[in-house]
């Protein structure tokens, strides 16, 4: 893959290849949600299992009404809320023009990404793009356009030319059953945001129980470096390498992930730190933020960071 402009862009996705589209969230490896042949090419880049639906990507309200049997009314009001935004909502299909992306769910997932480049690319294609996040499964997502063609040097196809996202964690999935919100994948935007809106009165996060959505099962975001929580910069063995928000003088060396505690420049800078790991010669590199782990941090964003760290960190009693 290589960078490329709009118009080789679109070119490319008229003819069944991939795009990979910048969003605010990560990076998503794309082509036209309705093309078989494009959505086919999805899976065996990125060797993702089959039974694992895609999210389609739209650019605005009015072209999601095309495709779905009706916008029920809190999933109009949270788009209007939150789109062009980090939210995916599952929705019922009218027809069978997005079938491929769907691998047999009963629902679509439904998003407007907040990215001026990628916006404009769904408009002139005039159909939606399907997209899972740009990376080959297990390892984080792309989160900058570097990361992208480093994960996908060898394959055709493009890579649409952007700035870095801003948020750096996957999209909120929810679904509206009985007049509940049901979050089933946590993002940034959450109950606190959902609730934000007065005539939601429910909302239920699933996140915690296994298999509300089918990419729960597979293995996430591990970097090939252990990566150890500590809890106490005391527990730092000596000469090591540690991801922290100020410099540590104990270390060998801090990787400074953001400056002073500041969980949106951690969640933007996440993923491109876990995969430069990789590029380190050792096998053990330590994690030092306490305040992410206090009870006092409680927003959306910072549930949704410690649910992606969750899958990366492993406790310091086991690595001893
Ligand atoms: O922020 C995001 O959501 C990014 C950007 C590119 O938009 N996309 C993303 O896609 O994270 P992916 O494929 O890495 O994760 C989507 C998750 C998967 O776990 C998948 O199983 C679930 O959403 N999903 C997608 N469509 C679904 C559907 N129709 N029903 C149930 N789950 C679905
Ligand atoms: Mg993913």
């Known amino acids: 893959m290589k960078l490329v402009?709009?118009?080789q862009a679109i070119e490319l996705l008229t003819t069944n290849n991939l795009v990979i589209i910048p969003t605010e969230t990560v990076y998503g490896l794309g082509g036209d949600a309705t093309s078989k042949e494009a959505v086919e090419k999805i899976y065996k880049f990125k060797n993702r299992p089959a039974d694992n639906p895609l999210i389609c990507h739209f650019y605005s309200i009015d072209q999601i009404k095309e495709y779905i049997i009706e916008l029920p009314r809190f999933a109009l009001e949270l788009f209007n809320m939150f789109s062009p935004g980090p939210l995916t909502i599952l929705l019922e299909p009218k027809d069978n023009r997005l079938i491929h992306a769907t691998r047999g769910q009963k629902f679509v997932g439904c998003r407007i990404p907040n990215n001026s480049e990628t916006l404009?690319?769904?408009?002139?294609?005039?159909?939606?793009?399907?997209a899972p996040s740009a990376n080959p499964s297990t390892k984080p997502s792309a989160t900058n356009a570097e990361m992208a063609l480093n994960y996908f040097k060898d394959l055709p196809g493009g890579v649409l030319e952007s700035t870095p996202s801003t948020i750096g964690l996957e999209s909120t999935i929810i679904k509206i059953e009985n007049n509940t919100v049901f979050i089933l994948r946590e993002g940034s935007i959450g109950e606190r945001e959902i609730r934000s809106n007065p005539t939601i009165?429910?909302?239920?996060?699933?996140n915690k129980s296994k298999d509300v959505i089918p990419g729960q099962k597979y293995k996430h975001y591990s970097p090939s470096t252990d990566v150890v929580k500590l809890d106490d910069i005391e527990q730092l063995p000596p000469n090591s390498i540690v991801i922290s928000t100020d410099h540590i003088p104990s270390s060998q060396r801090t990787i400074v992930i953001s400056n002073s505690y500041n969980p949106k420049e951690i969640s933007k800078n996440l993923y491109k730190t876990l995969i430069s790991l990789d590029e380190l010669a050792t096998d053990t590199v330590y994690f030092y933020i306490p305040e992410l782990f206090s009870d006092t941090a409680s927003s959306s964003l910072e549930k949704a960071l410690r649910e992606r760290l969750s899958k990366v960190l492993q406790p310091y009693a086991e690595k001893k």
């Open 201 to 206: 009165k429910n909302v239920v996060n699933l």
């Open 5 to 7: 402009n709009q118009t």
């Open 120 to 130: 404009s690319l769904i408009k002139k294609l005039n159909r939606p793009i399907a």
